[in-house]
């Protein structure tokens, strides 16, 4: 009884201590503040309120020195980790976040009922992304719906089961477009994707919005229109075919007519089709769908304010010529550049591109990397020997020459980049050549495989890099067959002050 006592009072003095501590902790720290907090319970004023500051909250917060390795598109239909080369195996290890676009729908393929399509893997494919060293991975892209909703889901349940999140896919857009994190000692990372222009509206993600809309699993769109550029003479004339057509709205009776198209006198829109005048017919002009482009950029922000460093990952098929493959391009849309600077101006440590299916440039912007495409990393044929081959034939076989487009050079030549910060600025780096397989002199079995490409291909490979990025002035200096970026301290520029200012601006008008 005594020592019952004796412990209840013991229990008591630790709860007095504990509340007068947490007493004077709260004085030290918050009396300063206290003006801000009115005794009357009245609210703060907008105008005086000691807002955070955004250039701190959007900053790089990583500590120490921390790495990232970041590849291009994994099309992978059976394990591969004890085929690659260890050196690349250690690239991809030694990185502290290491990331890619799983660009295969992973399922239990023996028990698998709702039928196959284009790019499917075993679901021992799991593990062996994570053999491959990968953290987190980029789930928003065209195959991610090629065995719809269920095939997404199966990819999801099977990663998870080996520690990778999958971004950009979800049960609904707020979930897809919500970051999956990986926790490391240097910090949180935050990663964020979406797909652009190539996605249909069944596979993009849906809200449901009281008795609006539909719930619906998907990935995280951002939408684009499509602009055709034609001459000057060549709208007008466009123009002159659309008004003919418009004026004879009213030739059938009890018919609701056409509305009659705003004039704008730099475009036109005719059978379905958009047209711009511009200096280069054959062009494609990007227009960005506002909201999902307002909706991504606060989806960083806010990523970026729960974590230490953010990933941005979009996957686009929007060729810059309507005379280019969607398959193909060694450049950027516009839509994409701009876009990729809003979005580190909104916080995001790197932009990573992918869906062209070969090397695109890479610029620096604020002291940030954008890797606009590092091609392909794995790139594995996709077959099933069905009854519609032809007798006698096997299914490479048949699909040879219409695969031709994914075993041209150009798609079998890739990067891997490794991004080096210290202290939260990027100071270096590091761009190791792939080679998938050029020239198709392996057999079918070993193509797609990354593996270190000989002293004269990895120079082909980081002399066409240098090209690419020649419109953003990055200097890639060659050394031992690795390409090297090095980047001041002082290039390293702070985001987020402009976006305070218009917050504050806002609140003050409230």
């Excluded at 999801?156 to 000692?185: C, E, Y």
């Excluded at 200096?279 to 989806?299: F, H, S």
């Excluded at 890479?362 to 069905?386: H, N, S, T």
């Excluded at 001041?488 to 601006?505: C, F, H, N, W, Y």
Aim: hydrophobic residues 40%; charged residues 20%.
């Amino acid at each position: 009884m005594p020592m019952e006592l004796s412990t209840k009072s013991a229990n008591r003095w630790n709860a007095l201590a504990a509340t007068s501590i947490f007493a004077l902790l709260f004085v030290c720290n918050f009396a300063p503040r206290a003006w801000a907090q009115p005794a009357n319970g009245e609210a703060p004023n907008p105008k005086t309120f000691p807002y955070r500051d955004l250039t701190k909250e959007l900053a790089n917060k990583t500590t120490g020195t921390y790495t990232v390795t970041t590849v291009g598109d994994v099309l992978m239909i059976e394990p591969i980790s004890k085929e690659v080369d260890p050196r690349i195996l250690k690239i991809l290890h030694d990185a502290d976040t290491t990331v890619g676009n799983m660009e295969v729908n992973i399922v239990d393929r023996r028990n698998w009922t709702t039928g196959f399509s284009e790019n499917f893997s075993p679901k021992e494919t799991a593990a062996d992304v994570k053999a491959l060293g990968f953290e987190m991975m980029n789930g928003a892209n065209n195959h991610s719906w090629d065995m719809t909703a269920e095939g997404s889901m199966s990819t999801v349940k099977w990663l998870d089961q080996q520690g990778i999140p999958l971004s950009g896919v979800g049960p609904n857009l707020a979930t897809a477009r919500m970051p999956v994190f990986q926790l490391t000692p240097k910090g949180r990372v935050a990663m964020i994707s979406a797909a652009a222009g190539v996605m249909g509206v069944s596979g993009i993600a849906g809200d449901k919005s009281g008795d609006m809309g539909i719930e619906r699993w998907g990935v995280n769109a951002v939408r684009t229109t499509i602009w055709n550029v034609v001459t000057r003479e060549q709208l007008e004339y466009l123009r002159g075919m659309r008004d003919q057509i418009v004026a004879r709205r009213d030739e059938i009776k009890d018919s609701a007519p056409i509305a009659v198209p705003k004039n704008d006198p730099d475009r036109v829109q005719l059978f379905s089709a958009n047209y711009l005048a511009g200096p280069k017919i054959g062009d494609y002009y990007y227009e960005i769908n506002k909201q999902d482009q307002q909706a991504n950029l606060v989806a960083i922000r806010n990523a970026k304010e729960y974590s230490d460093f953010a990933i941005y990952q979009l996957h686009a098929h929007n060729p810059p010529t309507a005379f280019q493959s969607v398959y193909t391009g060694h450049y950027p849309t516009q839509f994409v550049t701009d876009f990729a600077h809003q979005l580190i101006d909104n916080g995001a440590d790197i932009f990573l591109g992918s869906g062209l299916h070969s090397m695109q440039g890479i610029e620096i912007y604020k002291g940030r990397p954008i890797f606009y495409d590092l091609g392909e990393f794995i790139i594995q044929e996709v077959r099933i020997d069905a009854p519609d081959i032809p007798r006698g034939v096997t299914s490479l076989e048949a699909g040879e020459l219409p695969k031709q487009r994914l075993q041209e050079p150009w798609v079998l030549m890739a990067v891997m980049a490794t991004s080096k910060y210290q202290d939260g600025k990027l100071v270096e780096i590091r761009l190791q050549p792939v080679d998938l397989g050029v020239g198709q002199k392996r057999p079918w079995s070993k193509m797609g495989i990354p593996e270190i490409p000989t002293p004269e291909r990895a120079n082909e490979i980081l002399t066409k890099l240098q090209e690419y990025s020649e419109p953003y002035h990055t200097k890639i200096s060659i050394e031992n067959g690795v390409g090297i970026i090095r980047i001041p301290l002082d290039a390293t520029v702070s985001v987020g002050g402009e976006i305070r200012a218009t917050l504050t601006k806002a609140k003050s008008t409230e």
